[in-house]
């Protein structure tokens, strides 16, 4: 993988991952609103689930893709400024707003910079360079909650959103670097948009992967809100919940780096949905923890379990999808995953009050397992049928 995007894209995603975790700790520490930290995450997010498809539509025809990457990391540095000068000291509705603003351009962060990535490495390769990508995640998933965790800790909130300004920054010079790409099919852009997502609901594997996977990050969203709220009856601060996502990426991250072979044996839809139910029965001892060493220990476990999912992910993607449309697929598969991790942390903020924390966790590890089984059934999936790579298809799904 080219040293230049991974430096691009890595930055991106670590500045990516410490905003949803600042966000909710800012909001919290100003307002001591949970409603109003779930509300701000979502309108962060929500966004994404219509500019995705339209962004990758016009990602697949325009050779302008490095200025349209730079451009949303330099919306993310003006925004998170604004928002450490608005929360607590504007009315409620302007924090939501400014997210609203950064939110439109995350697709290209989530899917943008892995659609580029077939371009930039041989086909032979594609493999290995799938779980690179995968550790770049969660490199990022890694180092963003805890970085924002300590800074948070140690010196305050707003020395977190700093540094999501500095990751941009970074992204931005790395992202100069790299090679220009020839241009895609000049097909109308809305038309364009309308035939990714038709390809996603008409590739049975394809609708297995992606609804499996949102579901998953509707999950995640719940607990982005919850984990910060559930701490301290573990008698640490609501800052610690970045180490438990650290952990969690920990242990994802050493998997993923070693799926590859998973990746040539297993049909990549399989891989997916057998990782989310791992995932969600993983997760239904967390409420059990009575101590935090001991949530620790469960969150590396976890992550484990889910590590070969996001390379299987790319995958699917990749294998099902002919290279023209892979932007579109992946930015629109990333808007799904966006939106349903906004509402997520919106249902968590309201769910909370009522339910508390530990509910919300076992509900989690439920709707987890639940994304397995309901990608097993939209796909259309048959576990006995077409394990191995001999039964797999080397060409995109057309159905």
């Given amino acids: ?67 349209a990457l730079a451009t949303n990391q ?28 950064a939110g439109a351009t995350l697709p290209m962060v989530s899917g943008g910079f892995t659609t580029i990535l077939p371009r930039l490495v041989p086909a032979e390769l594609l493999p290995r360079a799938n779980s690179l990508e995968a550790a770049s995640f969660g490199a990022a998933t890694i180092a963003g ?10 010196v305050s909130v707003e020395a977190a959103g700093v540094v999501i300004a500095v990751t941009a920054v970074v992204s931005i010079l790395a992202i100069g670097r790299l090679p220009a790409l020839p241009a895609g099919t000049a097909a109308p852009l809305f038309s364009s948009a309308i035939a990714g997502i038709r390809h996603l609901v008409r590739t049975p594997p394809l609708r297995a992967s992606t609804t499996t996977t949102t579901l998953l990050a509707g999950a995640m969203g719940m607990l982005l809100i919850a984990l910060p709220l559930h701490v301290p009856s573990l008698r640490v601060p609501s800052s610690a919940a970045g180490y438990l996502w ?57 992550g484990a379990v889910e590590g070969p999912l996001l390379p299987a992910m790319f995958a699917a993607r990749q294998r099902y999808s002919p290279a023209e449309l892979q932007g ?61 790579v001999g039964r797999m298809s080397s060409k995109p799904l057309n159905t």
């Fill in 74 to 101: 330099a919306v993310l540095v003006v925004v998170m400024l604004a928002l450490l000068a608005a929360v607590g000291h504007t009315p409620s509705w302007v924090t939501p707003v400014l997210a609203a603003v």
């Fill in 1 to 67: 993988m080219p040293l230049a995007y991974y430096l691009a894209a890595t930055s991106a995603r670590l500045g990516d991952e410490m905003v949803a975790f600042t966000l909710v700790l800012l909001v919290l520490d100003r307002t001591g609103s949970a409603a109003l930290a779930g509300a701000t995450g979502a309108a962060y997010a929500l966004p994404a689930v219509l500019t995705g498809p339209l962004l990758g539509a016009w990602l697949d025809r325009t050779r302008y893709r490095r200025t």
């Fill in 145 to 154: 909650p805890a970085t924002a965790a300590t800074l948070a800790a140690t």
């Fill in 246 to 302: 650290t952990a969690v990426e920990v242990g994802s991250v050493c998997v993923a780096l070693l799926s590859s072979r998973l990746q040539t044996r297993w049909r990549p839809e399989h891989i997916v949905i057998a990782a989310a139910a791992a995932y969600g029965v993983a997760f239904a001892f967390w409420p059990l923890a009575g101590s935090f060493a001991v949530l620790m220990v469960l969150a590396v476990l976890t």
């Fill in 328 to 388: 579109r697929v992946g930015t629109t598969a990333a808007s799904l995953r966006v939106g349903a991790a906004a509402l997520g942390q919106a249902a968590a903020g309201l769910l909370v009050s009522s339910i508390g924390t530990r509910g919300i966790l076992f509900l989690v590890a439920a709707l987890l397992v639940s994304a397995a089984g309901l990608g097993i059934v939209v796909g259309g999936v048959n576990p006995r049928r077409g394990s191995g």
